[in-house]
């Protein structure tokens, strides 16, 4: 069966810090892989996605930057995270295709302070 | 910007009632998505609608589509405490050549009280 692995669940970090968050999916092959943040009680902000490898498409401009360096690993990044940056990240996978339901993570909470 | 929107932001009923949300898009789709958000958790897939459908059942839930108002709505029956979550409809990607976006609206906080 395919899972997703989201971790760390909680972290808090310093302004200016580096932030480095991965995500892994098991059990399928080539999958989109998003990032999201959701700010307390709001709908979700599409970061990031990729189709494939080393593709990535940038939704919002910002302090972040996601990396694909393998087919199930979706890698969210900031050099030097700011105040704003804190949220709730959520990663997800879908297969490619006509309609497909997508899966998520359990989401890490990021406090930067 | 959200390609869907969400109304009402907030919802509150006794246990028994039913729930209705209703989602907003602004370009063609080919489906939409319902999804459930349990506090401060990952989202579930609910169900999916093709634009080819108008209307949808699965259990307690049933989903209407109205592409010429571009327009969705969520209906949750009998509804209970359990069902207390926020809910997201999701449009975008799918069709052929995947683009691979989804976006999601802003979401129903539903409070059901027992």
């Known amino acids: 069966s395919q899972t997703i692995h989201q971790w760390p669940a909680t972290l808090v970090q310093p302004v200016g810090s580096p932030l480095s968050l991965e995500c892994t999916v098991e059990g399928t092959s080539n999958p989109n892989l998003y990032w999201y943040r959701q700010a307390a009680g709001r709908g979700l902000q599409l970061l990031f996605y990729s189709v494939g490898i080393g593709q990535i498409s940038s939704e919002v401009p910002q302090n972040l930057s996601a990396s694909r360096p393998q087919d199930r690993q979706f890698i969210l990044s900031s050099k030097k995270l700011l105040l704003s940056d804190s949220g709730f990240y959520l990663c997800a996978w879908r297969v490619t295709g006509r309609g497909a339901e997508a899966f998520f993570g359990q989401g890490t909470r990021l406090t930067v302070v | 910007s959200q390609q869907g929107e969400e109304d009402p932001q907030a919802l509150s009923i006794q246990e028994g009632e039913n729930a209705t949300m209703n989602c907003s898009y602004k370009?063609?789709?080919?489906?939409l998505q319902w999804y459930r958000q349990n506090s401060g958790r990952g989202l579930v897939h609910l169900i999916l609608i093709r634009s080819n459908e108008r209307e949808k059942h699965s259990g307690r839930l049933r989903v209407t589509l109205d592409t010429s108002k571009k327009s969705s709505s969520l209906l949750i029956t009998a509804s209970r405490a359990a069902d207390t979550a926020s809910y997201f409809c999701?449009?975008?990607?799918?069709?052929?050549?995947?683009?691979?976006?989804?976006?999601f609206g802003q979401g129903t906080t539903l409070q059901v009280k027992p």
């Open positions: 999701a449009t975008g990607g799918g069709f052929a050549g995947n683009t691979g976006k989804l976006i």
């Open positions: 370009t063609s789709i080919n489906n």
